[in-house]
């Protein structure tokens, strides 16, 4: 499917930092082969402002951004998604939706910046790591030849792509 617009989901438990970060950069680099959403199990309701700050600094988009539930995915007439990605470990061990349409899912963990106790910035410091290491997962999955693989292959190159 060569025009095929990929949904991917990023879960965390939150949804104010880390999975929001990876929603604008999967949105602005993926091409426009992707579209991402987040949510998360234990949503917090709001965006953690340093996350805000530096998707503003780094020309990301931020439109439409906010925390929510990821039950809005697993409701009918939500997206389909074809991924689902886990960016904390805490939103693993929770229990899951079933996914309409059995997307492929992978484990990716990313500390969560929004955790880090201390000044500013050791959490500045602590977002931009997070974020970095976000984008060059992001940027080795947009790099798969998903139309030549097969699904039990792409599930193999996102696990080893969570542990990079």
Same mark, same amino acid.
């Given at each position: 499917m060569p025009n095929k617009i990929f949904n991917v989901l990023f879960?965390? !438990?939150?949804?104010?930092?880390?999975?929001?970060?990876? #929603?604008?950069?999967?949105?602005a680099l993926g091409n426009g082969r992707f579209k991402a959403y987040s949510a998360g199990s234990f949503?917090?309701? !709001?965006?953690?402002?340093? *996350?805000? #700050?530096?998707?503003?600094?780094?020309?990301?988009? !931020?439109?439409?951004?906010?925390?929510?539930?990821?039950? #809005?995915?697993?409701?009918?007439?939500?997206?389909?998604?074809d991924y689902v990605l886990t960016v904390c470990d805490d939103a693993v061990e929770n229990m899951s939706p079933v996914w309409p349409g059995q997307p492929?899912?992978?484990?990716?963990?990313?500390?969560?910046?929004?955790a880090v106790q201390g000044d500013e910035q050791a959490r500045h410091h602590a977002m931009v790591s997070a974020a970095?290491?976000?984008?060059?997962?992001? #940027? +080795?999955?947009? *790099? +798969?030849? !998903?139309?030549?693989?097969?699904?039990?292959?792409?599930?193999?190159?996102?696990g080893i792509i969570g542990k990079n």
């Open positions: 879960l965390c !438990t939150c949804n104010s930092a880390r999975s929001l970060i990876a #929603e604008s950069q999967l949105n949503p917090t309701g !709001t965006v953690d402002p340093m *996350a805000l #700050e530096f998707l503003k600094a780094n020309d990301l988009p !931020t439109d439409g951004l906010r925390s929510k539930p990821w039950d #809005e995915f697993a409701a009918p007439g939500a997206p389909v998604m492929i899912s992978a484990h990716w963990h990313v500390d969560n910046p929004a970095a290491n976000l984008r060059r997962r992001i #940027e +080795l999955f947009v *790099a +798969l030849p !998903t139309a030549a693989l097969d699904r039990m292959s792409i599930q193999h190159e996102l």
